[in-house]
């Protein structure tokens, strides 16, 4: 567990008071017209490094709409002594699409700014399809977070282990090594800030239903801004750790990862898309002789060889993996719908 006097470290390098964090969160400059658009793109142009961040209605999903867009600047030595995070939240509801464009040219799509993110594909998607925009330069530190694992210490057998919940317990046992030794757990803001012992207040919960209102509460607003609060909080906290030393490495990773689903957009309720597993040949891409392309029957991704199993398999190891979820769950909806017959 992190000392205080760790805590306190970390927070002033954030320029924030260790001892009023949730204030300092959920601080932020609306920006709904012209002239704020302006102003907070002229400071975010100044920084190497921001967080992003957005909300939406089905974010990134076909029939999705973009709802706001969160920018949190990461002040650096460079900035100056008196430099202190600043977050921005954009109105992409009130914004028309002519007003929001120099966000889009000047930050999104720029590749001077590394945007930094936790889990952006679907921050992707909704800025491909809506605004015909590519995030640019990213870093994802979802990523950052499973390959840490293995720093820390974690054994393989642990890592698999936490399929335990997505999968029976003894379907992990019997296919630890055969079936699964080529899938990965992703984890969330929340089991991220667990896994790593940082004690900063978790997001809240709200209706998502009502991203696209107008006038948007202001918890909503908070809500939104605490979300890049809390990313930026893991980016220190990660650069510290040298989790991101291979940074090059890791911002290649990023781009696959967060374009995964340019040449088909995801459903919400597409179970080989939306899932909590890592798609295959994210973190390295199979090369030289065997890698022969072949389209899979779940995620429809063109992958190599080696994400099949055997020459005739369909399905990649993720998506039978997935299957496999679905059918336990129909199981014990079964065994669960018998015993209340049997009483």
């Known amino acids: 567990m992190s000392s205080y006097s760790d805590l306190t470290s970390l927070f002033k390098s954030l320029s924030l008071p260790s001892d009023t964090p949730s204030k300092q969160s959920s601080s932020f400059t609306l920006c709904k017209d012209n002239d704020s658009v302006r102003t907070a793109i002229d400071t975010l142009s100044s920084y190497s490094t921001i967080v992003l961040d957005c909300e939406g209605s089905s974010l990134g999903n076909q029939g999705g709409r973009l709802s706001l867009v969160c920018l949190r600047t990461i002040p650096t030595v460079s900035s100056g002594p008196n430099s202190t995070a600043r977050t921005f939240v954009f109105d992409a509801v009130s914004l028309s699409k002519e007003e929001l464009q120099p966000l889009l040219d000047d930050v999104i799509g720029s590749d001077a700014i590394q945007k930094v993110v ?9 800025f491909f399809f809506e605004y015909d925009t590519r995030i640019r330069n990213i870093l994802d530190l979802q990523l950052a977070d499973l390959q840490s694992r293995t720093l820390r210490g974690e054994s393989k057998m642990s890592q698999t282990n936490r399929l335990t919940g997505y999968l029976l317990r003894s379907e992990v046992n019997a296919g630890r090594h055969v079936r699964y030794g080529h899938v990965q757990m992703i984890g969330g803001i929340s089991r991220c800030l667990k896994d790593h012992n940082l004690l900063v207040q978790d997001k809240a919960h709200l209706d998502h239903l009502r991203w696209l209102e107008r006038p948007l509460p202001t918890h909503y607003l908070s809500y939104a801004a605490h979300d890049v609060y809390i990313i930026s ?9 040298g989790y991101l030393n291979n940074s090059d490495t890791l911002a290649a990773q990023s781009t696959r990862y967060a374009s995964i689903w340019e040449n088909d957009q995801p459903r919400e309720e597409d179970i080989y898309r939306r899932n909590p597993l890592l798609p295959l040949e994210i973190l390295s891409v199979p090369t030289g002789t065997g890698a022969t392309d072949r389209i899979c029957d779940g995620c429809n991704r063109k ?4 994400s099949f199993q055997g020459i005739n398999g369909t399905k990649c190891w993720v998506c039978m993996t997935v299957d496999v979820s679905e059918n336990s769950k129909e199981e014990r909806a079964r065994f669960r719908g018998g015993n209340r017959r049997r009483n």
């Open 118 to 126: 936790f889990d952006g594909r679907m921050d992707y998607s909704a």
């Open 233 to 241: 909080v893991i980016y220190e906290h990660f650069l510290k750790r």
């Open 303 to 306: 992958l190599t060889r080696s």
